[in-house]
């Protein structure tokens, strides 16, 4: 497995921790009447399904999806793009986890909030096309004579 999976696939299982102490937190605080919880709903459905669903769907992608090794990107994709991908991701998470509940609460409301949940919402939807353009290749990767991978020699039948 490569170094970016992991790092997602650790990352993502981080999210899902998370995901599911604030779940309960959440459930505490609604039965004990708690009204902090409703600046906190989105943030958990985001963390649960942006921080761990589709980093992690999209990691395991980046390993299990056929890919066209060569010597310049020896895991068949570009590495620089694929961590830019992951730093954009989770600096969006960051900004969001944040910012919203400072936002729904009504702690604090103007300019600063909207230009980091504006950040936030950039810099995920970027990820998302590094994503889409690194993977989208290995869907319509077709095979001709001249770049049909070669079995290796000990594969071959004699």
């Known amino acids: ?16 921790l998370i995901g599911f102490v604030l779940g309960g937190a959440l ?9 902090w919880g409703n600046a906190w709903g989105e943030v958990h459905a985001h963390i649960l399904f942006v921080g761990w669903f589709v980093q992690f769907a999209i990691g395991i992608a980046y390993w299990l999806l056929p890919r066209r090794k060569t010597p310049q990107r020896p895991y068949g994709y570009n590495e620089r793009l694929g961590y830019t991908a992951y730093i954009l991701i989770n600096t969006g998470m960051v900004l969001r986890i944040l910012g919203e509940p400072l936002y ?15 950040i936030s919402g950039i810099v995920q939807a970027a990820a998302g096309v590094i994503w889409a353009y690194q993977l989208w290749g290995r869907f319509f990767l ?17």
């Open 1 to 16: 497995m490569d170094p970016l999976t992991r790092l997602m696939g650790k990352t993502s299982l981080v999210y899902l």
């Open 27 to 35: 459930l505490i605080g609604e039965a004990a009447g708690a009204t």
């Open 104 to 118: 729904f609460s009504g702690s604090l409301q103007g300019t600063i909030i909207t230009i980091s949940l504006s």
């Open 142 to 158: 077709r095979y001709t004579a001249s770049n049909r991978p070669q079995p290796k020699e000990k594969d071959r039948k004699e």
